[in-house]
């Protein structure tokens, strides 16, 4: 039937979706983190999956549990994640970037657990730079690859939105950029989402509202 065919649209092809949130560990027992669940990830990896594409989720840190048809591969730090997204990619015909990816991690990780007694009253921490993970594999993408990044915003002005899109946009390179309004309890760990598919040239090619799994599926009919 029609139906059955459209559900293995995504057959032969390969796909990586990063989802969850980073951790930036302090010293050993701690670490910083951010709110996002890997909700929107692991549905994206699900539907591509149920699709019939290939899919490898790189999972940093999921709130939830990803099915049995993706083969996952763990990671904690940015810098982890890096290294796993850098490997996949080099077999992947897309790669989606959901993960929420921790911008800064502290400078130096504590070889012991941090006291308060040798801390006193304050305690102020140095963070430096990660690198820019989309940044990095859209530049160095083969040409027939399709990359795809997120974006995480607490924009609320419409066109605000769309223009700190554009931006981001232009700064990742990337192929198509995904835009969402996020902050506590808005989107992160919702099963909600409200979503604007931007292309490389800066041009809304799908709007979508709706449990992150439809969501999930209007991104992938764009990508086809
Ligand atoms: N991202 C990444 N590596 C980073 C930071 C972000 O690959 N070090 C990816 C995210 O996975 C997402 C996209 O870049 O797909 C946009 O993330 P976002 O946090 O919205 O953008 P930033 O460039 O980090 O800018 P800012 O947080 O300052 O808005
Ligand atoms: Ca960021």
Known sequence: T??????QDLGGRSIVV????????????????????????????????????????????LEVVPPASVTVVSVESARELRDAVMEAALTADTVIMAAAVADYRPSSVAEGKIKKETQGEELVLSLVKNPDILAEIASSKRPEQ???????????????????????LARKGCDFLVLN?????????????????????????AEAAGSKVSVADRILDVLL
């Open 18 to 61: 990063t989802a969850g949130g980073t951790r930036e560990p302090l010293d050993p027992v701690r670490f910083l983190g951010n709110r996002s669940s890997g909700k929107q990830g692991v549905a994206l990896a699900t539907a591509a999956a149920a699709r019939g594409a290939t899919v490898t989720l790189i999972a940093a840190n």
């Open 146 to 168: 399709v990359i795809v990044g997120f974006a995480a915003e607490t924009e609320n002005d419409p066109e605000k939105l769309l223009e700190l899109g554009r931006q981001k």
């Open 2 to 7: 029609l139906a059955a065919v459209k559900d």
């Open 181 to 205: 309004t996020v902050g506590v309890g808005v989107v992160f760990a919702t099963d909600l989402n409200t979503i604007t598919v931007l292309n490389r040239a800066g041009h809304i090619v």
